[in-house]
């Protein structure tokens, strides 16, 4: 989760880097800014002249009667449709539990909701010593949960002492009430705000 949330800010970051350049590029040759405000572009710079093309007609119709022209260009097209795609199905295959059959072996019927499980998870690592706040969400199948915890730690706690003990407190309760033989879990810790002290 976490290494697709830091892919899809870098490819963002890129194609916003992009678009935004190219804006600015367009813009300032559309408007003629350069002659307005004294500029000299370097040399090639591309559109800095109001009546610049993209690709002018020479550009356009280079390669045009070359046998590996147009297979190149649908291959490549192609490509980066299926990478769009690919990335598209990325974003919503987050696959969630649903209901989760309780019992080892599963009870026929007897079924916990994924919300549910979550709130009780959340509600309980929140009363352990040096957590002030906790969030909790489940993922993965109903057969294979995981556990996503967003603890908020207290100004005096420390981070092992607080992990431990929700191993050994809150996950393992989950584990035991649902009939799991394990439930991974991914907690992210952050540090409770607290307004500097000042020293005499």
């Known amino acids: 989760m976490k290494r697709q949330s830091a892919v899809n800010r870098v490819l963002l970051a890129l ?15 559309g408007f003629d800014l350069y002659r307005r405000w004294d500029l000299t ?5 591309p559109f800095t002249a109001p009546h610049d093309v993209l690709l002018d007609t020479a550009d356009r119709t280079r390669w045009t009667d070359e046998g590996w022209w147009w297979p190149v260009v649908i291959a490549f097209l192609a490509i980066v449709v299926l990478l769009a795609l ?9 696959t ?10 599963a009870v026929n019927g007897v079924e916990l909701r994924e919300r549910a499980l979550s709130d009780a998870l959340a509600a309980d690592a929140q009363q352990q010593p040096g957590v002030h ?3 909790a969400r489940m993922d993965g199948s109903a057969k294979h949960p995981e556990a996503h915890l967003d603890l908020t730690l207290a100004s005096d ?14 996950l ?29």
């Open 172 to 200: 393992e309760r989950a584990r035991q009430s649902t009939g799991q033989t394990r439930l991974p879990a991914t907690v992210q810790l952050r540090a409770s705000p607290h307004k500097a002290r000042r020293a005499d």
């Open 15 to 29: 194609v916003g880097i992009v678009l935004l350049g190219s804006g600015i590029l367009i813009l300032a040759g």
């Open 96 to 105: 969630h539990p649903g209901h989760i059959p309780l019992g080892s072996p």
């Open 157 to 170: 706690s420390e981070p092992g002492p607080v992990l431990q003990a929700l191993g050994d407190g809150p």
């Open 133 to 135: 706040k906790a969030r």
């Open 86 to 94: 690919w990335w598209l199905l990325a974003q919503i295959r987050r």
């Open 41 to 45: 572009p370097p040399d090639g710079w």
